[in-house]
T-cell receptor, first 109, second 109 residues
């Protein structure tokens, strides 16, 4: 039972490059979330998905897209990375209380 | 609108001193409130849910609907309590989980 897994753990991009952050959970949870964590800003919700096939914008969705591929997987895509997207990204899933993944540390140069 | 406010960025205490980390919220419906803890370079972990009314690692939190607060308390701080603490809110019947900006607790020996 792995819980919530995220890949990659670290990534460095150049401005304008694209990438997809992967997240998977094996707890059969309906809800999944993507957050970014920045110093002094706490965790800010980017997108969330209440169930397979549905997604909703959070507080800071600009510059991101998501896909809820199936119940297990929820991916976050940066189409054209910007330095302002340098952050630590956390995926989470929940049924009652959120369980978090280990995070992806992304640097955009 | 959902909002969680943690007014203190940093709280420093000595071992054995009482601790209170403040959390205030804004939500028009029935909220569900949580405290999460993040130890250095680790993922976030659930510490408390207001519904369960448990005491975890000596921490307690009471929901005060009149003051819209959910402060986290511990009577005697330990060095291993040093971490980032996040208050979070979800509305009953919604899946949107919003976090505060966090409070760093430092416990000195």
């Amino acid at each position: 039972n792995a819980g919530v897994t995220q890949t990659p753990k670290f990534q460095v991009l150049k401005t304008g490059q694209s990438m997809t952050l992967q997240c998977a959970q094996d707890m059969n949870h309906n809800s999944m979330y993507w957050y970014r964590q920045d110093p002094g800003m706490g965790l800010r919700l980017i997108y969330y998905s209440a169930s397979e096939g549905t997604t909703d914008k959070g507080e800071v969705p600009n510059g991101y897209n998501v896909s809820r591929l199936n119940k297990r997987e929820f991916s976050l895509r940066l189409e054209s990375a910007a330095p302002s997207q340098t952050s630590v990204y956390f995926c989470a899933s929940s049924e009652v209380a959120a369980i978090f993944g280990p995070g992806t540390r992304l640097t955009v140069l | 609108a959902q909002r969680v406010t943690q007014p203190e960025k940093l709280l420093s205490v000595f071992k054995g001193a009482p601790v209170e980390l403040k959390c205030n919220y804004s939500y028009s419906g029935s909220p569900e409130l949580f405290w999460y803890v993040q130890y250095s370079r680790q993922r976030l972990q659930l510490l408390l849910r207001h519904i369960s009314r448990e005491s975890i690692k000596g921490f307690t939190a009471d929901l005060n609907k009149g003051e819209t607060s959910f402060h986290l308390k511990k009577p005697f701080a330990q060095e291993e309590d040093s971490a980032m603490y996040y208050c979070a809110l979800s509305g009953l019947g919604t899946d949107k989980l919003i976090f505060g900006t966090g409070t760093r607790l430092q416990v000195f020996p």
